[in-house]
Structures are given as C-alpha cells and as structure tokens.
C-alpha cells in the first residue's frame, strides 16, 4: 500500500489463473454457477468504491453459467473459457444491455446485437458479468472523463486507474472479474493496466474485429483483452482473434496459439531499447524499473541492442491531429435524431442538434470534435491532417526497418507511475502527454502487450511495453512471459 497515501485503500486481490478456475468447472470441484454468484457478492461490496461497473448482465451471466455447468456434468469437453467470469468496456455492445461509451448522450440506449468479440467470448464459455466504466466514447487518459463518474485505482484510490479502459484494468487488478476485454486507440488498453499492475494487450490493428464496438477513431481503434498474467491474456486474444466478414479492416491471417508460444523460452531473441523512449520527462523510478526488466530479458538469455526511432517526437501532434479528426467525422452520427439522448429544448432540427449534442457530450469529447473539425476544415485539411498523415507512414517504415534487426522493442509503458485524481484535469496537454510512449504503436498498426515490471518506493506498478512486428503477437508474449516470471 502506497506510504504517502493517508488512509488510501488498497483492493487489489489476484485470481485464480484462468486454467487454475477452467479445471476446477471440469472437474466438478468449482461450479461455475457458483462463481459468478461469488464474484456478484464482490462487486456489490467492491464496486461502490471503485465505480467499475456502470451496469450488470446477471440473468446472461448466470444463465450461461449454468450451461457450462450442465456440460461438465455430462463430462463433455468444456470450451476455452468456460465458467470463466469477464468484464466488458462499455465500448463494445451486449445484446439488450446498456452501452453508453460513458457518456450522457447514449444514455438509454440497449442495442439490439453483440459485437463480434463478445459474441466469440461466450461461445467460449464466458460469463459476461457486467459493462465497466470508462473515458467518455474512449478519449482519455485517467478514466475521470466518464459522464458516471471515475474510477479509483484498487492499488490506491485517491489515484487513477489510467484510460480509457480504467474500469477494465481496475476490475481485474481488484478481482471483480478473471479477465476484461477493453479498446485501444492511442494507449487505453496499455496505460490503465501499467498503471494497475496487469497485463494488458494491443493486438495488430485488423486482428480482432472492431464490429461491434463504437467508434472513436476508425484507423486506430482496436479491441483488446485484460487479465492478471500474460497466459491468460494469450489465451483471451487467442479466442476473440481472428478473420471477422462484418469488418473490412479484419486480418484473415491464421490465427496462432498465443499461450503456448507465451511459454517458449526467449533465449536467443533480439531486443531493441530505444534511445527516444529513456530521455526527458521519464520519472527516475519507473526508468529504474525499466532497466531491470531489460536486465532480466538479458539473464535469460536476449540480446540486447540500441536502437533508434526519431520521429517518435513527432507522435503525440500527429496522433491528436488524425484522432480529432476521425473523431469529428464518427461521432457526427450522435444528434438526437435517431437514439440516445434528445434535448427537451428542441423547438426546431438545428435547436435538436446544438442542444442535444452541446448537453449530452462532455468537455473532452467536445474539445476533440473542435480540433479535429478545424484539422478537417477548407485551407487547413493539407497543412494538419494531410501532414500528420504523411509523418504516420514515416513512423510506421521507422518501425519496419528496427524490426529488420530486432525481435521485439521494450520500452516503459507510461513515463510516471499513476497519478493523483484531478491532478491532470486543468491541463490537457499535460494528460495528452502521458500517452507518448503509446501512440507510436497504435499509429504504426504493431501489436504491444504491457506486463508488470516492479514497483516503486510508494508501492505503485511500473509497466514494460513489449512491441512486436505486424501480426507478431506471439513473439511479444513470449517477452512478456519472460519479465512476468523474472518477478521484478
């Protein structure tokens, strides 16, 4: 429990593995009814101080439980993830439950279908357990731009829980669900679980459907899942990956056994630290941290090299111009026309739109569609976006060339351990600034796993970012797995 916290509360509470919980259904030790029921009672007393869960799916959940269950009684196989409780980003859509992307202007709305990975998980086995919180449709950094409230950090609640997948990454680091699946566009995967001490994943962009999932900025939005160690989050990936005909963008490239190759030794691969990713306004703890974990990559027999990324520095202009700018165009749908929140003060069509959009929409959300509304406007399009573009595809070839020597590239997942609730909120460049050792990634279309890598003094989880080639997830596991078991 962090030192300088007074009186802060700490709710972290590892779970069993997942293999751990899937043997004991089979073997009728553990039912998987029971459970669920289990983690319900949690959540209720749980859940009021963290403020991970917005809604709950108990009739599906335990309806499917008890389907898992049925089956081990027969004896019959029982599938990847059967009985095993999961927590969903309120990004992604349920069948007949909330989906609100924490905001105030899809208050009300229940889609009709399940997104793909949803709709993969519980074929699975999965218990769907609820829809967790997060940043407003997406866009932030310490999960306090939800319309319902932030989320606390179990390892410290006067912290954040990093965004936008806080309530993802808070719900498996304070055992309120095995594993959660949450979206990533510029780190919201990566960042919260560094910041909670879990693992989290950023597969390759098109590896697993977006179908399903509302939208913030197409070309850099992914799916991705949480758990408390890399072989479960292998094994998650391994069922929600996968060619999807509903998504245009999604990768048909077979898909591999991401938790057998977690296991592979990494004796002998190349690993590249880059220059760009250890120099100002990196926290000196987390540097430290870091720097043992390469240690370790070192003892286990990697080989260690410098390499360099230079328009790294160009990331962060680039990302928040081109992710304003999807932003302005996806988020034009949300009027009050057709579903979600209406105005009452709507004496006429153009009232409807300003006033429904200017009440339902929170103040990040608004200040992104203004920037990325200006990028897009007559005389400014070829000078912002066009530019940011074109510097996306130099970063992108940058990776392509340090991957022709390397087999993966670590680096610090954020550049401070997380921080104080409120501290960030008067400043949004300095919030945007702590995505800068993720947006390289997401723009580069690379897949990314973040696995815990030491403490520091105040007993706040440093994260190491493993990056990998296009369709490398295995490889990043395998890096993962390593650090994970060198125990930092």
């Known amino acids: ?57 108990k009739e599906r959940a335990l309806a499917q439980a008890e389907r898992v269950d049925a089956l081990a009684a027969k004896g019959d196989p029982l599938p990847a993830l059967a009985g095993i409780p999961v927590g969903i980003k309120d990004v992604l859509v349920m069948r007949g439950a909330p989906a609100t992307a924490g905001s105030k202007i ?9 997104a793909t990975a949803v709709e993969k998980l519980e074929a699975a086995g ?22 319902y409230g932030p989320v606390r950090n179990p390892v410290d609640t006067e912290r954040v829980p990093g965004g936008s997948s806080g309530g993802s990454a808070a719900a498996v680091a304070a055992n309120l669900a095995v594993a959660t699946l949450g ?17 989290g994943v950023l597969p390759t962009y098109g590896r697993v459907s977006r179908y399903g999932l509302i939208a913030f900025a197409s070309s850099l939005d992914r799916v991705g899942p949480f758990a408390a160690n890399v072989r479960d989050a292998a094994t998650l990936l391994g069922v929600i990956a996968g060619h999807d005909p509903k998504d245009a963008t999604s990768s048909a490239a077979p898909v591999e056994d991401y938790a057998a190759e977690s296991d592979t030794p990494v004796e002998g691969l190349r690993i590249g630290v880059p220059d760009e990713y250890f120099g100002e306004g990196l ?9 043992s974990g390469i240690a370790a990559l070192e003892a286990a027999g990697c080989v260690v090299k410098r390499v360099s990324l230079p328009h790294t520095r160009y990331a962060v202009p680039v990302y928040y111009l081109i992710a304003t700018a999807e932003a302005s165009a996806n988020l ?17 069509l153009s009232a409807m739109y300003r006033h429904s959009r200017d ?13 990325g509304t200006y990028a897009l406007s007559a005389g400014y399009y070829d000078a912002y976006y066009l530019k940011a573009q074109q510097v996306r595809r130099l970063l992108a070839e940058e990776y392509l060339r340090a991957f022709a020597d390397v087999d993966a590239i670590v680096t610090p997942t954020s550049p401070m351990p997380a921080f104080k609730l409120g501290e960030k909120t008067g400043d949004p460049l300095a919030m945007y600034l702590a995505d800068i050792y993720t947006v390289t990634a997401s723009l580069a279309g690379i897949c990314g796993v973040t696995v815990p890598c ?23 596991f395998r890096v993962a797995r390593a650090v994970e078991t060198a125990q930092i």
């Open 1 to 57: 429990m962090p030192s300088e916290a007074k009186a802060a509360e700490n709710f972290i509470e590892k779970p069993k593995t997942l293999a751990e919980l899937r043997a004991e259904i089979a073997a009728g030790t553990t039912k998987a009814a029971d459970l669920a029921a289990g983690y319900y009672d949690r959540i209720a007393q749980v859940n009021p101080r963290l403020n991970v869960y917005l809604s709950l799916t």
């Open 106 to 114: 899809l208050e009300g709305y229940r889609p009709p279908y399940d």
């Open 126 to 147: 999965a218990v769907l357990l609820g829809k967790l919180n997060c940043d407003e449709f997406a866009m932030g950094s310490s999960t306090e731009n939800s319309a």
């Open 183 to 199: 979206s990533d566009t510029g780190g919201s995967i990566r960042q919260p679980a560094s910041f909670c001490g879990v693992v």
């Open 283 to 291: 926290d000196a703890e987390v540097r430290a941290a870091i720097e």
């Open 332 to 348: 034009a749908r949300f009027d009050g026309v057709r579903y979600g929140y209406r105005s009452p003060a709507s004496e006429n």
């Open 359 to 371: 009440e339902g929409f929170g103040a990040e959300v608004k200040r992104r569609i203004l920037l």
């Open 454 to 476: 030491g403490t520091t003094k105040a007993g706040l989880p440093v994260g190491m970012q493993v990056l990998a080639a296009h369709l490398n997830e295995g490889t990043a």
